[in-house]
DNA sequence: TTAATATATGAGCATTTGTTCATATATGTG
DNA sequence: CACATATATGAACAAATGCTCATATATTAA
């Protein structure tokens, strides 16, 4: 097979494709997200279930909200987060199946 | 909700999930995957269709290798490359699918 | 055996990543 | 207003990552 025969891959999207994976890469996003495929939950409350520091999660929130897979919405001085994406959640969802049945 | 209404996660399958996202979230290796869904390679051709030096492809494919995300077979001094897990080309397929049509 | 070719691998290095610590910002309360 | 609470954020730092360069190993041919 020659180059010119192949399907290529365009440099956005593999782009795009690896900041998706990048993002499902850590343990502490994958609990995160994968807490948060569950149910709506605030920041402390992330922390506190995952055993880590507010400032830990929350850097890793912010990141998760520049790559637009979490949302949130503002109730007083709490901020409950949730998924964004139901695609990505899905390809988490997939991979832990996976991973589970083997 | 409360922690022992979650339902968490196995650490292994975390660790487990989080290498094979690893290993889809390097732009090289996506595209060594990629060429390799489509037809057996052997290493300088990925290189040559990459772009790449041998070395850095070598370095990559013994990663690959490592996780059994890939298998060869060795035809006089040519080692021929090949997908040896059909399910990360498919969690791979799917993510890139999405990328594409957005 | 010597040389050539294909690939693998170790060391070194620059960049990226994930955390902690200290502090800033935002909201609510008295 | 002052203060408490919830969260965000910048700086710093250690660890992980991906490459290059030099060299090792494996196979084949002369």
């Known amino acids: 097979m020659n180059a010119e025969d192949h399907s290529f891959l365009d440099e956005r999207v593999i782009e795009e494709v690896s900041r998706i994976f990048k993002a499902l890469a850590d343990p502490t996003r994958m609990k995160i997200l994968y807490l948060l495929s569950q149910e709506e939950c605030h920041v402390s409350h992330i922390a506190e279930m995952l055993g880590m520091s507010q ?31 139901e695609h990505v959640i899905s390809l988490l969802r997939q991979a832990i199946d996976h991973a589970q049945h083997q």
Chains 1, 2 share one sequence.
Not at 57 to 79: N, W
């Open 55 to 85: 400032s830990a999660v929350s850097h890793q929130l912010a990141l998760l909200r520049t790559l637009r897979l979490v949302k949130y919405r503002r109730e007083g001085k709490t901020l409950f987060y949730s998924c964004d994406d």
